[in-house]
């Protein structure tokens, strides 16, 4: 089975911090992902990354960024932690074709006071 | 413009019902992808189908059942003798061949099934 791993299931962290969350694939997958989801909005793209060191920008990345050093890790990154970016954090991963499912991690549910 | 609109926000019906949850796509291309997925309480996004735009083909999965018609620009799921375990967030999605592997997502239909 396809295992997407993020590394916290709740998060609490004050305004200004740096927040890192942490994504790890076991399945060779060359797709990464990290979107937010927040109520009647549905899915909203941050970042996807095809290859390793190789990063896109999705719908929404102003005040986020990403690194994948390793193909089985993909890392988002708050700069500086905002209220506004209290949300569900969700990170997929997929084969290298566009017409592959997406395989998703449990969540990460952040709360920034 | 790409576009995926799930007009129900929620929907609540007692087991055994049968449900359909609609989802209507906007798309320029001729050769797409439609996706739904499911999310239980858990949070975890759960592949349940992949249907491409030269399919047309109904698909039966058990209890599931999906209705792709390109006339309309649908890909509606059924859920035949609902179950308390049905209950979840249910998402359709679009993927275009040159979308550059990025889904459209709709806004997803919340699904209540009441014992």
């Known amino acids: 089975d396809v295992k997407v791993t993020q590394s916290s299931r709740y998060l609490v962290k004050r305004t200004g911090e740096k927040v890192f969350l942490e994504c790890v694939q076991d399945?060779?997958?060359?797709?990464m992902f990290w979107y937010r989801q927040d109520p009647g909005l549905g899915l909203r793209l941050i970042y996807f990354?095809?290859?390793?060191?190789?990063?896109e920008k999705g719908d929404i990345p102003e005040g986020y960024s990403v690194s994948r050093e390793k193909k089985e890790r993909f890392s988002l990154i708050l700069e500086s932690a905002s209220t506004n970016q209290t949300s569900m954090y969700l990170c997929?991963?997929?084969?290298?074709?566009?017409?592959?499912?997406?395989?998703f991690g449990q969540g990460t549910r952040l709360t920034v006071v | 413009a790409q576009k995926v609109t799930q007009a129900q926000t929620e929907i609540s019906v007692v087991e055994k019902e049968d449900v359909t949850l609609d989802c209507v796509y906007e798309?320029?291309?001729?050769?797409?992808?439609l996706f739904w997925y499911k999310q239980p309480p858990s949070g975890e996004l759960v592949f349940l189908i992949r249907?491409?735009?030269?399919d047309e083909q109904n698909e039966i999965s058990g209890r599931y059942s999906w209705n792709f018609q390109k006339s309309t620009s649908s890909f509606n799921f059924t859920i035949t003798a609902s179950q308390v375990v049905d209950s979840a967030v249910y998402f359709c999605?679009?993927?275009?061949?040159?979308?550059?592997?990025?889904?459209?997502w709709g806004a997803g239909t919340k699904l209540i099934i009441k014992p």
């Open positions: 997929a991963s997929s084969l290298g074709s566009t017409n592959t499912e997406a395989f």
């Open positions: 399945m060779d997958h060359e797709n």
């Open positions: 990354s095809y290859d390793v060191k190789m990063k």
């Open positions: 798309t320029r291309d001729t050769t797409y992808y």
């Open positions: 249907r491409n735009s030269f």
């Open positions: 999605a679009l993927s275009e061949i040159d979308s550059n592997y990025q889904l459209i």
